[in-house]
């Protein structure tokens, strides 16, 4: 029974892969035909419906590059392409990777502070919360460039902008799910600790810091997105020379879309690694205290 269902669960992934694929091809094949037929039609050349299917794909700078194109891309640019090379992913990406990793320990850290201290203290709830909320309004895009002339005039450069700009969209999940967490534990457990002289950093770290794990490490999943799209779009007003940010912007500049998209298909499986990693950790700290998350 438990292989039927796992059968089930692969064909219906395989069929959702063939189907996306058909559609990307198919989108692929319309615009590019389309640019194609521009082209033809500009220099005054004839043209014919087939000539356009079988050339379609074979465009030098697609509107939108086919599947195999974009495959072909990522082969070149990350096995064929050595890692220290600029025109590698791999280089991009560690580099990326840097600003991500520190900007999601900051901002779990901050978000984590922030929890803590909007639970512990109903002033600090009703001043600080709407601030909290107030803060995800502001597009990144217009911030980004922002913090980032700020620390430049006061000589902070480096990973250590990009990082702030990742912080910045990490905490907010983290507080929003650890505030949850904290308040998760059962009334009832928490006054028997009181009955028993408990102190509040012993209820704390006997009974929410013990609820609050589940919720922590689904916000956690969120956060390290989060950080990591912070991360990319922090390279693009930067003008860095490296990072998936960076590998985006040369590739708009230069009408590169199979570096487009290369860089993004890149971006998302460090993403999902990332998450994966997290999930990981999750699963090896909750089966340690005798259950799984349900949160």
Do not use: C
């Not at 465009?59 to 086919?66: E, N, Q, W």
């Not at 803590?116 to 502001?138: D, F, R, Y």
């Not at 940010?245 to 487009?260: D, V």
């Not at 860089?263 to 999902?272: D, E, Q, R, T």
């Amino acid at each position: 029974m438990q292989s039927t269902t796992k059968d089930r669960q692969w064909l219906s992934l395989a069929s959702l892969i063939i189907a996306l694929l058909a559609i990307w091809y198919l989108a692929a094949l319309i615009m590019n035909g389309n640019q194609l037929i521009h082209n033809l039609e500009r220099k005054k050349q004839d043209w014919s419906y087939s000539q356009v299917i079988s050339q379609a794909y074979q465009v030098k700078r697609p509107m939108l590059p086919a599947p195999h194109q974009v495959a072909l891309e990522l082969k070149k640019s990350v096995f064929d392409t050595s890692v220290t090379s600029k025109r590698s992913l791999v280089f991009h990406s560690l580099i990326t990777l840097n600003s991500t990793l520190l900007g999601f320990v900051f901002g779990s850290l901050l978000g984590m502070l922030i929890a803590i201290g909007i639970v512990h203290n109903k002033t600090l709830e009703a001043s600080l919360m709407p601030w909290v909320i107030a803060s995800q309004t502001i597009p990144i895009l217009a911030i980004a460039p922002i913090i980032v002339v700020v620390l430049g005039a006061l000589n902070i450069t480096g990973v250590v902008p990009k990082a702030v700009i990742s912080m910045y969209l990490s905490f907010f999940p983290v507080t929003i799910g650890m505030v949850k967490g904290l308040r998760a534990s059962d009334t009832i457990h928490e006054e028997l600790m009181y009955t028993y002289s408990a102190s509040t950093l012993q209820v704390f770290w006997k009974l929410r810091w013990y609820s609050a794990q589940p919720y922590l490490f689904a916000s956690l999943k969120v956060a390290i997105a989060a950080a990591l799209v912070g991360a990319i779009v922090a390279e693009l007003p930067t003008g860095a020379q490296g990072g998936l940010g960076s590998r985006l912007l040369s590739g708009s500049y230069y009408g590169q879309t199979q570096q487009i998209w290369a860089a993004l298909i890149m971006a998302a499986l460090l993403g999902s690694l990332l998450v994966w990693l997290v999930g990981l950790a999750e699963k090896s700290l909750l089966k340690r205290r005798g259950g799984l998350s349900n949160a």
